[in-house]
């Protein structure tokens, strides 16, 4: 189950993300040139889960109704299900849409005026206003 909750919160954006740039068009179309990296990423990887589950399944189901409702902010919930049942009762699955994710790195900085240090900080990271900060050397 690790590596489904794990592939699925990159998953299903990039899957979001072909169906938003192609709509239901996303089932069938081919890699198109102009693209975004994560377009991209998102055709491939819904064209590996349809593979297997085939488009007259709940998840093409999913998909049609986010094409269909994609300024939706809660549209993403169904497809996110789905996908989230397909990977935890298919861990092999899970496994190989993982291995088409891109490496994260394994530090992350998310929020306003976040920091994120990736080893050794020999100076300063101060997030705060007005902050004075002095290094004794």
Not at 8 to 36: F, I, K, M, N, Q
Not at 37 to 55: E, K, N, S
Not at 129 to 136: E, P, S, Y
Request: net charge negative.
């Amino acid at each position: 189950m690790g590596a489904s909750c794990t592939a699925l919160g990159e998953l299903v954006p990039a899957v979001g993300a072909a169906v938003s740039a192609y709509g239901v068009g996303v089932l069938t179309r081919a890699e198109d040139e102009a693209a975004g990296a994560t377009v991209r990423l998102g055709q491939r990887l819904l064209a590996r889960i349809l593979q297997r589950t085939g488009d007259r399944t709940p998840i093409g189901a999913a998909v049609t109704d986010l094409a269909e409702a994609i300024e939706d902010p809660d549209a993403m919930a169904a497809p996110r299900l789905q996908i989230k049942k397909l990977l935890t009762g298919d861990p092999e699955l899970a496994i190989e849409l993982s291995a088409l994710l891109p490496e994260r790195s394994p530090v992350q900085a998310t929020g306003m005026r976040s920091v994120a240090v990736g080893g050794d900080n020999p100076g300063i990271a101060s997030t705060g206003d007005g902050a004075t900060n002095i290094q004794g050397r």
